[in-house]
């Protein structure tokens, strides 16, 4: 406990490190001390506080499918017990105030936030709905849409955006224990009964009215995660009484914690926390960061030049001519710009980020630098080119780092006096959203440059994922897999719309060939005549791609790819002359043409990545089976509810599974990779 600045006010002082996550001991301990201030004569209100981190970040995830989460005192029992003490509760919320840490506080009398506190129930990003009475509490004090728009993203506010609403009493800059114990006080000398949101009543038309709207709105993508429909439920409910919305919410809580999509949306939360992990072996201190240059103003590079000025780094932005160099500082500065007018973000803010950035084509401008990040054309003697000017002039000791989304790291560093300070930073674009950073281990990279290209992926808020260097390394080597049997199905008789359909379906943002639409078709053109001189012959090969980029169809940016976009919108079905391609493709085969079905097209594409990801983890491609998982999901589109391929395999009949691969194989013909039962064990255990 803390002293109060009243000392008829107990100050009770939430403490279980770093995040104060809710464990069944912190429960236990909340309600000792509740009950303790209850019985002291000397007492007339309590503050309930958490530290400046955090008032309370929610359940704690450890004990998700354990005793102790279902353990009593369960949450709801805690919040019915401060709900019903003989005294005021007053929740005095700094840092976060999160999923069940925000319910803590709705169960209080009364809150007081400071004005930087953060506070959101983000139980949707696990599959779930608040289960302690946030889908009632919330709409009676926020406010039905505020309360619908924090529940169904997920994304926290902060307390001086919300200070207009009853969900607060007050919202300070500072002397946040000072004014909680002053309302606590208050209080106590109005007398019983407290005022509690239980009490409130919202406008039954009104609930009815936006649940109904927001339920239409849903998107493709949200309607195949149960949990959407389930908050809607439990929110209409809140126009009721609050005993009859508090069944109907832990109803709907309780019968989703079963679900797959929950259970995978858990699993990928505990994957990505677990990607950020070297091996024991490459667990070394990183070598300091503060000065970063990306070398090339293109979208790729100023978008990474973005993502370290938001980091706070100071950074260098090196082009090989004034107006290339213009060129990027206007992306840099329109995207401030664009930032600043969206109301997300400060113009001061903007203006410093902006202040740290160092547009140059003096190549010296490199030798006081921490790491370099060469950001270049996709050709390998282009790459092996710039590293030669990095090595003359980076300072030793510097890290040097290719983006490169395919080529070999080796090859490149081969040109360098110093392989072992030289990795691969496979960013994904556009690089200031895309939260994936692929991290390449070239043969002689030192452990301590891997550990400071995964530490400098946390400093830029990115997922890093550790990779060996192999073509495409994990993400590509995938995505190549699963689209090259996509483009198997196209002979064997679908056209591109069915396949893509069929893929956001099972929910993936886009179909392949929308993704290779929107990239640009020469991107993997390019990557396909880099490998030509190495393909076997005998292999099966749909050329329908580089058809479509020898007429000049490009794509989005051309004005038609595999689909044309009149308009600048894109057409529904594919053109007589895709189809032509496709229909010429597979007769040059023997194919007779059939119709495919959406279960034959989703397993078949789904079965690619499988097997793909077998055959890379057992060439040592990827440490974990669950960082391929991350891999598919942050940087290609796949439904985070459907956990991953690994994940996604694992909840298959394996006799089936088997089967099918060696099926897969067979249609795959020539050269391709089956992984035996070994390999597809180790990926599955």
Not at 428 to 447: D, H, N, W, Y
Not at 601 to 623: P, S, W
Request: hydrophobic share 45%.
């Amino acid at each position: 406990m803390l002293a109060s600045p009243n000392p008829e006010v107990s100050v009770i002082t939430l403490d279980n490190p770093p995040l104060n996550s809710l464990s069944h001991a912190l429960r236990s301990r909340i309600v000792a001390a509740i009950e303790a201030v209850e019985a002291d004569p000397a007492v007339r209100a309590v503050v309930l506080t958490g530290s400046a981190r955090a008032f309370s970040a929610g359940a704690d995830v450890s004990e998700f499918g354990t005793p102790r989460q279902l353990a009593e005192p369960i949450l709801r029992s805690v919040l019915e017990r401060i709900r019903t003490c003989t005294k005021p509760v007053v929740a005095a919320l700094d840092g976060v105030a999160l999923g069940g840490g925000l319910e803590l506080a709705l169960a209080c009398h009364a809150r007081v936030a400071s004005a930087k506190a953060k506070v959101g129930l983000p139980e949707i990003t696990l599959g779930l709905i608040p289960g302690s009475g946030g889908t009632q509490r919330l709409p009676r004090l926020a406010g039905i849409d505020i309360a619908l728009d924090l529940m169904r993203s997920g994304a926290p506010r902060s307390a001086d955006q919300l200070a207009g609403t009853r969900l607060f009493d007050r919202v300070v800059d500072a002397g946040l224990i000072e004014a909680a114990s002053d309302v606590a006080r208050q209080l106590a000398e109005a007398g019983a009964p407290w005022p509690h949101a239980d009490r409130l009543k919202l406008d039954a038309e009104q609930v009815d009215t936006q649940v109904s709207l927001a339920r239409q709105r849903l998107n493709t993508r949200q309607r195949l995660q149960p949990a959407y429909e389930a908050l809607l439920d439990a929110v209409g409910a809140s126009a009721g009484p609050i005993d009859e919305g508090l069944a109907v919410e832990r109803s709907r809580f309780l019968a989703l914690i079963g679900t797959h999509q929950a259970q995978a949306l858990r699993y990928q939360f505990k994957a990505e926390r677990d990607s950020h992990r070297l091996p024991q072996t490459l667990q070394v201190e990183p070598r300091p960061v503060a000065t970063l240059a990306v070398i090339g103003a293109g979208t790729m590079g100023a978008g990474i030049a973005i993502c370290a000025l938001d980091a706070s780094l100071d950074v260098i932005l090196l082009e090989q001519d004034e107006a290339a160099l213009a060129r990027g500082r206007q992306r840099i500065s329109d995207h401030y710009a664009s930032r600043v007018a969206a109301g997300k973000l400060g113009v001061a803010t903007a203006e410093a980020a902006q202040a740290r950035l160092h547009a140059t084509c003096d190549w010296q401008a490199l030798s006081r630098v921490d790491v370099v990040i060469e950001a270049v054309f996709e050709e390998l003697a282009v790459k092996q080119e710039v590293f030669r000017r990095i090595d003359a002039v980076a300072r030793r000791g510097a890290v040097l780092a290719t983006n490169t989304s395919y080529l070999d790291i080796d090859a490149i560093a081969a040109v360098t006096s110093r392989p072992q300070d030289v990795l691969g930073l496979h960013f994904f674009s556009p690089a200031q959203v895309m939260k994936l950073l692929e991290v390449i281990r070239g043969a002689e990279t030192r452990a301590d440059v891997l550990a400071t290209g995964m530490a400098l992926g946390k400093i830029l808020r990115k997922v890093p994922v550790l990779c060996g260097n192999a073509f495409g390394f994990i993400g590509n080597r995938i995505y190549n897999a699963y689209r090259r049997q996509c483009e198997f199905m196209l002979e064997d008789g679908a056209w591109p719309e069915q396949v893509d359909q069929a893929l956001t379906d099972f929910g993936f943002a886009m179909g392949p060939f929308a993704v290779a639409d929107l990239s640009g078709l020469d991107i993997a053109w390019r990557m396909r005549r880099a490998q030509a001189a190495t393909r076997d012959p005998r292999e099966r090969h749909v050329p329908v791609l580089e058809q479509l980029c020898e007429q000049g169809r490009l794509g989005q940016k051309s004005g038609a790819g595999y689909y044309g976009y009149p308009e600048g919108k894109r057409a529904p079905e594919t053109d007589a002359t895709v189809r032509d391609l496709i229909v010429q493709a597979s007769a040059a085969r023997g194919i007779q043409r059939r119709a495919l079905t959406t279960e034959e097209i989703q397993r078949r594409a789904l079965l690619a990545m499988v097997n793909e990801a077998a055959c890379l983890f057992a060439d040592g491609v990827a440490t974990r089976p669950s960082d391929i998982d991350v891999v598919l999901v942050q940087g290609y589109g796949f439904p985070r509810w459907e956990g991953g391929p690994v994940f996604w395999a694992r909840r298959q009949d394996p006799a089936r599974l088997a089967r099918e691969l060696g099926r897969l194989a067979e249609e795959g013909g020539h050269g391709m990779r089956l992984a035996d039962a070994t390999m597809l064990a180790a990926l599955l255990d």
